[in-house]
Nanobody, 122 residues
Framework: QVQLVESGPGLVKPSQTLSLTCTVS??????????WIWIRQPPGKGLEWMGA???????YYNPSVKGRTSISRDTSKNQFTLQLESVSPEDTAVYFC??????????????WGQGIQVTVSS
C-alpha cells in the first residue's frame, strides 16, 4: 500500500524559501501513470491546489503561486519536493502531498499524506 509522508520545517521566516519533501513508500514514484501533487489549506480556508509533476517530469502550477513555486522529483530517493520562494504570513497553511490520476485536484480520491503545518512568522 502506497503511503506518503511530508517533511520539512514547521516555521519559516518571511522572505525565505520553504522546502518540503514528500517521501513515497510502498511503491515506486516512477510506477504507473500518476501525478504527484502539492495542496495546501490555510487556516479557516479551503484546500488550494498548488501544483503537480508527472512521470515525465512535466510540471504544472497554480497561477496564484506560479513564479514562486518549483516542484521536482528525486527518483533515487522515491521523493518529490516543493519549493516556495519569498514566503509571507499568507503562506501559513497545512501542506499536503498527494498522488492522483488527475493533474489538478483537491479531491481525496487518491493517496494523501497526513499533512504538515507550516507557519510563516518572524
Amino acid at each position: 500500500q502506497v503511503q506518503l509522508v511530508e517533511s520539512g520545517p514547521g516555521l519559516v521566516k518571511p522572505s525565505q524559501t520553504l522546502s518540503l519533501t514528500c517521501t513515497v513508500s510502498g511503491g515506486s514514484i516512477t510506477a504507473g501513470n500518476y501525478n504527484w501533487i502539492w495542496i495546501r489549506q490555510p487556516p479557516g480556508k479551503g484546500l488550494e491546489w498548488m501544483g503537480a509533476i508527472n512521470n515525465n517530469d512535466n510540471t504544472y502550477y497554480n497561477p496564484s503561486v506560479k513564479g514562486r513555486t518549483s516542484i521536482s522529483r528525486d527518483t533515487s530517493k522515491n521523493q518529490f519536493t516543493l519549493q516556495l520562494e519569498s514566503v509571507s504570513p499568507e503562506d501559513t497553511a497545512v501542506y499536503f502531498c498527494a498522488r492522483s490520476r488527475m493533474i489538478v485536484t483537491t479531491q481525496r480520491d487518491g493517496v494523501w499524506g497526513q499533512g504538515i503545518q507550516v507557519t510563516v512568522s518572524s
